[in-house]
């Protein structure tokens, strides 16, 4: 799962709460009160997805993967020079530390790099939050509504390999009924300069960026390198 996938997951309990929140006030003798919703992830994940803040990540991902790469170079140099080397040869000893510092050191930058990655995408996801949010509330004033529910648009759920990915599916969906009677989710899209659904390729700058710290932490390569027999 991609850290974007990861990151705009965890704003779903916030369209629960939400949901909470805002139906607390409102009751049937509320006249004055008006309930729209909109599609609050995806307009989320539609502004993540624009130059601004896709270039920081392919930026980021890029080089923490060419590092990575780097070290991952010069570990295989010393484990073919350790192979190379004759029973007894007194240099086997300290060539064996130094692979083993050095696959120390990549395991540390892997850790390091994995979180510096999953840092920049939840900053990111924080900011454009606040920045859809702020556009929803200025829809709504003008549109005349005094609450605005984030609930995700249609019924056809995209994940459902597994109870989990299901259940994400429905929390996404807090408003079982009259979802599309008042959806804020185009005007909203177009307070924040979004272009319409289909005017663009799909594809994220994420999906053409190269495996990267996140990858690398996965791969399990630094740890491949851990059965070099001591000399």
Known sequence: MRTLDRVVLLLLAGGVLTLILGLRGISSQDSGQRLASADVLTLVEDVLRTDVYADPRVKQEAELFDAMQAMQAQMQMMSQELQTLQPGDPRGPQLYADLQAKQLEAQNFQQRSFES????????????????????????EREGFSHVIANRAGVEMEGTATLTAVTQEILARPLAVGADRHDLTALIRAE????????????????????????????????????????
């Open 192 to 231: 924040l300069g979004l272009p319409e659904p289909g005017s663009e390729p799909e594809a994220s700058a994420d999906d053409d960026a190269p495996g990267g710290a996140e990858d690398a932490v996965e791969s399990g390569s630094v740890e491949e390198m851990n059965d070099q027999p001591a000399p």
């Open 117 to 140: 990655f999953q840092s920049l995408g939840s900053g990111q996801a924080k900011e454009v939050y606040a920045t859809v949010r702020a556009a929803t509330a200025r829809v709504a």
